[in-house]
């Protein structure tokens, strides 16, 4: 059963070096999309916290479009099922916006109780430390809803 909104954390924390791992990953595959997944002791929506990071294949390789190669995600996923973990997170970058879900992004959000986290390389949209910035949301029943990231 989907975690309903009002039942889920405001704010999430992620620690610096998995955000590092994920900026490192969105830089190495530009200008196409990065992709990637949040293993976690339990999926974000429930309050589980933010394990490691899964860096995966974009099969679509464009620079407006992810998706998560099909073989790295039952891979990742049988191997976190296996050590009782969950699926935290999906993780994709926009190449030149800002770090919001697209109208695609939204349709095809297909892990109701993960986050999404988008980290842009757009000119403009950087982290306080200059860093590409990172945005996370909710997408659940059509819409986006921002969630409060700590990076520690």
Sequence with gaps: MTTPLAARPSSVQLTAAIAAAI???ARAESPREACGIII???EAASGGVALRWEPTRN???SPTLYEID???????SLAADDAD????GIVHSHVASKAE????DVLV???PDALYLIVSLARGHAAPDSA???RAWWILDGEAHEVALEIS
């Design 59 to 61: 099969s679509l390789g």
């Design 109 to 111: 959000a297909g892990y």
């Design 101 to 104: 879900p697209s109208s695609t």
């Design 132 to 134: 590409p910035g990172i």
């Design 85 to 88: 973990e969950a699926i935290w």
């Design 70 to 76: 099909a073989t790295e995600l039952l891979r990742i």
């Design 23 to 25: 900026r490192a990953h």
């Design 40 to 42: 976690g002791t339990a």
